[in-house]
C-alpha cells in the first residue's frame, strides 16, 4: 500500500504541490522515519547498556567471593552456584525482538517513502551546506576537517526532489 496514493496536483510552472494538506502528510511520514530510526538506535543501545551492566555485577560477585578468606568460600560455594544460576535464569523481555520488529515497519516505511518520492538526507561526515542543513552548534574534532559534519542530530528530508526539512547536525571547527 503506497502511503501517497496518488502524485499530488502540480503546477506546471513550478512543479510545486498545489495541496498544502499533502506536503504537511510527507512531512508527518519523515518525522516517522526519524523518529522509528531513534527509537531502534534507543533500543539497541539499552540492550547493550544491560549486558555491560549485568556483566559488571557478575565481575563484581566473583571478586566478593575471591576475597573470601579459603573456608569461608568453601562454604559459600553452593551460595555463588546459585547466584550464578539465578542470573542466567533471569529472562529479559528480548530487546532483539522488539527492534527486528521496528526495523521491519522502517524498511515497510523507507519502501513507501520511495514510492512516494520522499528521501532521507544523511549528512555525517559531509561538508557543512546550508542550504539542506541546521547547524546546531561547532566542536573540536580531530577526526574530521573544519567545516564537515561531527553529528547529526535528525536527517533532513526531500520531497520530489525539493528540501521537505533541513538536517540538525553539529559541524567541526
Known amino acids: ?15 510545486q504541490p498545489a495541496n498544502e494538506d499533502t506536503r504537511r502528510f510527507a512531512e508527518l511520514i ?10 531502534v538506535r534507543a533500543i539497541e543501545q539499552a540492550e547493550t547498556n544491560r549486558r555491560l551492566r549485568e556483566a559488571e555485577e557478575a565481575k563484581a560477585v566473583q571478586r566478593y567471593f575471591s576475597g573470601m578468606n579459603p573456608l569461608t568460600r568453601w562454604f559459600a560455594r553452593p551460595l555463588l552456584r546459585f547466584l550464578t544460576k539465578q542470573r542466567q535464569r533471569v529472562d529479559h523481555p528480548s530487546e532483539s525482538a522488539a527492534v527486528e520488529g521496528l ?11 520511495k514510492e512516494s518520492h520522499i ?14 542543513m541546521t547547524a ?6 580531530s577526526d574530521h576537517p573544519s567545516g564537515h559534519v561531527v553529528e547529526q542530530f535528525s536527517p533532513g528530508y526531500r520531497w520530489r ?13
Request: glycine share 6%; hydrophobic share 40%.
Open 30 to 39: 519523515a518525522d516517522l522515519d526519524h523518529q522509528f530510526t531513534r527509537a
Open 1 to 15: 500500500m503506497k502511503l501517497l496514493d496518488r502524485a499530488p496536483p502540480t503546477t506546471p510552472a513550478d512543479g
Open 161 to 173: 526532489g525539493r528540501l521537505l526539512r533541513c538536517a540538525e547536525v553539529r559541524v567541526a571547527e
Open 103 to 113: 526495523n521491519l515497519v522502517l524498511a515497510r516505511l523507507r519502501r513507501s517513502m
Open 136 to 141: 546546531i552548534g561547532t566542536v573540536k574534532s
Open 119 to 132: 528521501e532521507r538526507v544523511d549528512t555525517q561526515g559531509q561538508p557543512f551546506d546550508a542550504n539542506i
